[in-house]
């Protein structure tokens, strides 16, 4: 059955504080990692998707990584408006299936 | 582009009656989702959508759900009778789906209240 964890459920950063938020994956076949953002009341807004080992991308203060096991999500500098709750995703690893399994996310709350 | 688009924003309604949701994908794209979102289980796929053809239906909770997609521009997702663990935000997302893992593009959410 595939898995995904986030670390840690939540997290506050003063304003410049850099950290990494944790995605780990169990899935037979990676066909992608994607990272999203979600601010209340909205629904996930696409950031990234990472499809290889070793592969990196980057967006503004945001940087995710992928390895065998899992992905990070950098952030560098963060500011306030950087507060949402950030959600990794992979595909069902069944056949051509799209639909994605999210993990619980990592509420991020950035303070002045 | 208007980004996918769902109907209504806000539904309250009472234990036993139909709760219809609405969604219009981003023109174009041909894979069309319903998920739900709860504090408890996070966000989950309920149905997927292919060309118009459901696909794959096993995450849908019980018979009072349906869902369909009788063109490529509109999708519904029922529930009769509701009941109040229904109560959730439901989600639709669209993507092109010319590739696998293809990215998806999520609506604003319907939140629903069943009393």
């Known amino acids: 059955e595939d898995q995904v964890t986030q670390s840690p459920e939540a997290l506050r950063l003063q304003e410049g504080e850099s950290s990494s938020l944790n995605c780990s994956y169990t899935v037979s076949g990676l066909r992608g990692l994607f990272w999203y953002r979600q601010d209340p009341g909205k629904g996930p807004e696409f950031l990234f998707t990472?499809?290889?080992a070793g592969e990196e991308k980057e967006k503004e203060r945001l940087k995710a990584t992928l390895t065998k096991k899992e992905s990070f999500l950098h952030i560098t500098a963060p500011k306030p408006e950087d507060s949402a709750t950030y959600l990794c995703a992979v595909p069902y690893s069944g056949g051509g299936a799209d639909g994605l399994t999210f993990g619980k996310g990592t509420h991020l709350i950035i303070q002045p | 582009d208007a980004g996918v688009i769902q109907s209504p924003r806000h539904e309250v309604t009472e234990m036993g009656q139909e709760v219809t949701l609405r969604c219009k994908p981003i023109?174009?794209?041909?894979?069309l989702f319903w998920y739900r979102q709860t504090m408890m289980r996070g966000l989950e796929l309920l149905i997927y959508f292919n060309n118009n053809v459901p696909i794959d239906d096993s995450g849908m909770p019980e018979d009072r759900f349906s869902a369909k997609m009788p063109n490529a521009s509109f999708s519904t997702l029922k529930i009769q009778p509701s009941e109040p663990r229904d109560s959730a935000v439901y989600f639709c997302?669209?993507?092109?789906?010319?590739?696998?893992?293809?990215?998806?593009?999520f609506g604003p959410g319907t939140r629903l209240l069943v009393l």
């Open positions: 990472l499809y290889s």
């Open positions: 997302a669209s993507s092109s789906a010319q590739g696998i893992g293809e990215t998806q593009y």
């Open positions: 023109s174009g794209h041909n894979s």
